[in-house]
Structure formats: C-alpha cells, structure tokens
C-alpha cells in the first residue's frame, strides 16, 4: 500500500504564505508524478501544481508565477511554496501520487487552507 502524509496547512490573511508538504511512504515507483489538487467550497477539485520524478512542472494558470512546487526523489516528498496568497486560494488542499505501478493513484485525507479577506 502507499500512504501520504500532507502537512502545512491553515488560516492566513491575504498576502500572507504557507508551504505545504507531502511525503509518500510505502510501494514507491522510480517513475511517478506528485502533485497537489483543491477543492474551494462549492467548486470541483482541480490540479493546482504537479512534478514528476523526471522535474517536469504543471500548474493551474491560476497559480503560475505565483506558486511554486518542488520534490526530493530521494523522499519521496514536494513541497508547494503559497506566497501571496489571496481568498480564492481557499479550499481543501490534496496530495497526490499517480504511478506506473499498483496502486496507480493514492490521495492524501487533505489539509484545509484558509485565506482571510
């Protein structure tokens, strides 16, 4: 099995910054992406940054220059840099990791940010 353990959320105000981490433990595959979903009140979850174990980058066009996500293969962990952050950044945090190998997807329990006006 594969297990995730997110950590680094909570409530800030507006302009101010978190840095969530994520770190997968268990059937871990050379080759897998890693990333963070969210899932604002009211609103479907979607894919705010991801990086392979190649270094290959994703991010939400809502995000891009502002955000920032890193790994270390060697942990099996990312990191996702929040500067700046603004209340529509609010919602339901997700790690996540997809791989070649069973099983292909595992989420983490998710980890609440809150941006305050």
């Known amino acids: 099995q594969v297990h995730l353990v997110e950590s680094g959320g909570g409530l800030v105000q507006a302009g101010g910054s978190l840095r969530l981490s994520c770190a997968a433990s268990?059937?871990?595959?050379?080759?897998?992406?890693m990333g963070w979903y969210r899932q604002p009140p009211g609103k479907q979850r979607e894919l705010v940054a991801s990086?392979?174990?190649?270094?290959?980058?994703n991010y939400a066009t809502s995000v891009k220059g502002r955000f920032t996500i890193s790994r270390d293969n060697a942990k099996n962990a990312i990191d996702l840099q929040m500067p700046s952050l603004k209340p529509e950044d609010t919602g339901v945090y997700y790690c996540?990791?997809?791989?070649?190998?069973?099983?292909?997807?595992?989420w983490g329990q998710g980890t609440q940010v809150t941006v305050s006006s």
């Open positions: 990086i392979s174990s190649g270094g290959s980058t």
């Open positions: 996540q990791i997809v791989q070649r190998i069973a099983p292909y997807t595992t």
């Open positions: 268990g059937h871990i595959g050379t080759a897998n992406v």
